[in-house]
């Protein structure tokens, strides 16, 4: 396991603290964007959301894979998940919907984007990267910290939840013919994604 020297480890316990805060605050935004859609929208896209501050070891262990040494420094400049939430939506194409009205937010600087439903990964892996530059507030200094938002389906936060289990079972060596199943579901998921939705649209024109 790959561990942080300590005056580096007690530095991160630290930045940790404000991203936990750049994580509220994106957190107060869906959660404001999930009361505006039950209240005065005529459909809720959003079926839960969940959220987590990476951990020292996870750190740790990106910088490592990364080749950078490690440092308090290199994870605020390198790491943009540190911060985390997912935001698991009923059709595919509500995750473009969601992360329009985030992006279009005055206050909000997107960092980045990586569309993995236009373009999956080898791996099959399908789900739409935000990178959002959020402002931390403190008694002296602003801080803006970088904020990942995942948005994707059911289906397809049930096939990472799997693929994630088998890679670190394996670790990160999976067997051939796990890695093809994994592929052919992934494949297949997004064909029910594509069908459960025209189900849906075929019934909200009929009422
Ligand atoms: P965790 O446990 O979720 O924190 P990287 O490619 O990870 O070195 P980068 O640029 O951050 O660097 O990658 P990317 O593509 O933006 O993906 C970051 C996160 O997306 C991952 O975080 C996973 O959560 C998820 N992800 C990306 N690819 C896959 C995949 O093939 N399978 C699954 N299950 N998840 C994926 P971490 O840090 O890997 O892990």
Known sequence: MMLFPTNEFVKLKES?????????????????LLKDFLTFQ??????????????????????HRHNLSLTVENARTHIFDIAGIRCICYYAKDITYIADVLKRQPDIIVRGEKDYITNPKPSGYRSYHLILDVPVHLTNKTEILPVEIQIRTQAMDFWASL????????????????SKELILCADKIAELDRRMYLIQEIVDMAY
């Open 16 to 32: 940790l603290v404000i991203y936990e805060c750049a994580l509220k605050n994106i957190e107060m935004r869906i959660d404001i």
């Open 42 to 63: 005529a459909y809720n896209p959003i079926e839960h959301v969940k959220m987590r501050v990476k951990t020292p070891e996870s750190i740790a262990e990106k910088l």
């Open 163 to 178: 693929e994630h289990k088998v890679r670190y079972k394996y670790k990160n060596k999976m067997p051939d013919h796990l």
